[in-house]
């Protein structure tokens, strides 16, 4: 499932922890000119991380971080492209400062993880217009789900901010709206169903008071909520009250409205020259070479899309197998498609479609957290201090049979997580599927690792908030298989749904590539899911839409956690009776969301340590 997107064009936040300690061979000399070099490398780091965050006041905001609480991004490429010469003119200064030879294994981790992030900047630079930027769960839907959600409002000072960043999201959608021009103007279009997606939302921001009859705005709702707040608390009097609920008005009337209606309208207009049905970005100029810049960014390792298909092939073909077996221990009698649609059909295996119905499921998801939460301290040294909060997604961005997802807490645990639910349509939601969906954006997965992350001291700052897809998407995924070897899956059904999602994330190799590399049809893509997914099919219809819109991002799942599971046997063949589980995860958390390769060094220090310890 998705972890998140952030608004603006280079912060994707993620995380990184602490690192293997460097051995005994070295002299006391050699260790305290590593310590030394080291720790200022670490607080140059912070600064240089300062800088970077510089570049995002809402980044900022997400971190629990009041500074320049009253601006959004800037998001022109005029920034994107001063961002990326500061990376560059920072890893120039890195290296003449430093001397990586000096460095402890801790802080080379750090140095090399700052190149590798310019690399992939640089490497990413040529597609900068590539990428579909007024589609579904775009800006128009961010901007409104960033200020309901991550802007708080505790003092006067913060409501005039909130108000201040009002005023500027027409101009941000603005920006985003010549980009989406300039790229369509070069042949780049998101797919029809796309635009069709992303005008639904925007009609959902727009309905209700203020700028229609029926009902309220989200935005309108939330603001009120937040200047009531403040009037019951006594910071603002009620004559005050109305009056910044009459800048709030006017501020979304009269300077939000007309941009997200020029979106509406150039959307509505731009949708007739767009592929229908959707295609992949082989049919984008140098469509080719973009994917596989994308299949290299998401999943850190340098492998093929025709490697990654023939890879999915063989492991829809190793879970169909075990699906068989679940299938004759729950005493069905037909063929494994005929036991796929009795999964979908029968009402068993969904809750009502009703708010009772919604809530059950939320509160089932809730349950199944707080029975594996018991049971983390056997299989882990390192865990979470933040809590985790289970709910429905916004009704504004809510769409039948999206995936679920997660919104990281602050670090300073002032915000929980967030495990949010699409719920619109149950019929999408099956019961069988929920426990290894509540272990995977929750705990063992996402929750676990981000909140851990969050949390480390000792290291530079920007570890615990940078990222990988295939690392972070990779360790929810092996946490799905870690909860049945810490004894959940009790039910048979449950642990098919284990099954499926697996199942899921390797028919994403083959689709995702199928798409995009092999010009497989849309339809083509949803017969293959459906032939090998008991999925239903509005959900298999949505998750093939999201692989068209974001290209590559899906094969980093089953990638990453292919890569934990070879870590771990590999750990567990050299060290034999001392392997220990908690070693081995705390080793992988405990270095944050590393690019592969660097996992991999991370991983073998580790062994090499416990190798070399005495009994």
């Known amino acids: 499932m998705r972890v998140f ?15 293997c300690s460097t051995g005994g061979g070295e002299s006391a000399a050699a260790r305290s000119n590593a310590n030394s070099e080291s720790e200022r490398l670490t607080e140059w780091l912070d600064q240089e991380f300062e800088e970077d965050l510089a570049f995002s006041p809402q980044w900022r905001t997400q971190l629990g971080d009041k500074t320049d609480y009253d601006k959004l991004d800037d998001v022109s490429e005029a920034t994107r492209d001063r961002y990326l010469q500061w990376r560059r003119d920072s890893v120039a200064e890195m290296r003449e400062r430093f001397d990586y030879d000096k460095l402890n294994a801790e802080a080379k981790t750090s140095y090399d993880t700052w190149v590798y992030l310019l690399e992939q900047a640089e490497a990413a630079e040529p597609w900068r217009r590539h990428d579909y930027l007024l589609g579904a769960g775009g800006p128009h839907a961010e901007l409104p789900n960033f200020m309901i959600n991550y802007h708080e409002v505790d003092s006067v000072s913060d409501l005039e901010a909130y108000i201040s960043r009002l005023r500027q999201v027409g101009p941000v959608l603005d920006t985003y709206l010549g980009r989406a021009q300039a790229a369509a103007e070069q042949g780049v279009r998101q797919p029809r169903f796309d635009y069709d997606l992303a005008i639904e939302e925007i009609e959902r921001v727009l309905s209700g008071t203020p700028f229609s009859a029926e009902g309220e705005s989200p935005l309108w709702a939330d603001a009120r909520a937040k200047i009531a707040k403040l009037q019951e608390s006594g910071k603002i009097s009620a004559e005050q009250a109305s009056d910044y609920l009459g800048q709030v008005r006017e501020s979304l009337v009269t300077e939000m409205r007309p941009a997200y209606s020029r979106v509406l309208s150039w959307l509505r207009n731009d949708r007739e020259l767009a592929a229908e049905p959707g295609q992949g970005v082989w049919a984008l100029p ?18 093929s899309a025709d490697e990654i298909h023939e890879f999915g092939l063989a492991e829809v ?13 729950v005493g069905f009698e037909g063929s494994l498609q005929e036991f796929f649609v009795f999964l979908r059909e029968d009402p068993q295996f969904y809750f009502p479609n009703t708010d009772e119905g919604r809530e059950a499921y939320l509160q089932l998801a809730r349950d199944y957290l707080d029975g594996v939460n018991k049971k983390l301290p056997e299989y ?38 967030i495990f949010y639910a699409h719920l619109s349509d149950m019929s999408a939601m099956a019961k069988y599927q929920l426990e290894v969906i509540a272990y995977h954006e929750g705990n063992p997965g996402h929750h676990m690792q981000i909140s851990i992350a969050q949390e480390l001291q000792d290291i530079p700052r920007f570890r615990t908030q940078y990222g990988y897809t295939a690392f972070v998407e990779g360790w929810a995924l092996y946490s799905e298989l870690l909860a049945k070897e810490m004894g959940s899956y009790e039910d048979p059904y449950s ?39 008991p999925q239903p099919e509005a959900a298999v219809r949505s998750e093939i839409q ?70």
């Not at 073909?317 to 221990?329: N, P, T, V, W, Y």
Request: charged content about 30%.
């Open 495 to 533: 642990d098919f749904g284990r099954l499926s999602t697996e199942m899921w994330r390797a028919i994403r190799l083959v689709v995702d590539t199928g798409m995009h590399a092999k010009q497989w049809t849309q339809e083509q893509a949803i017969q293959y899911f459906l032939d090998n997914s």
């Open 5 to 19: 997107k952030t608004a603006s064009t280079t912060f994707f936040l993620m995380f990184l922890l602490v690192g």
């Open 546 to 615: 999201r692989y068209l819109r974001w290209p590559a991002q899906a094969t980093a799942y089953k990638i990453g956690m292919q890569k934990i599971l070879d870590l771990r046997e590999e750990a567990r063949d050299a060290l034999g009776d001392k392997f220990d589980i908690r070693g081995f995860h705390d080793t992988v958390l405990g270095g944050g969301a590393l690019p592969l390769s660097v996992l991999k060094k991370r991983v073998q220090g580790w062994v090499e340590q416990e190798l070399g310890r005495e009994d």
């Open 286 to 303: 140098e469509g080719e070479d973009y994917y596989n810049m994308r299949l290299q960014q998401m999943t850190t390792l340098d492998i």
């Open 317 to 329: 073909k190793r879970l169909r197998a075990e699906m068989e077996k679940i299938k004759e221990q």
């Open 380 to 417: 882990f040294g390192i865990l979470p201090k933040a809590d985790l909060i289970v709910k429905r997604v916004e009704p504004f961005r809510e769409q039948p049979g999206a995936a679920q997802h997660y919104f990281p807490g602050t670090p300073d645990g002032s915000r929980p997580g």
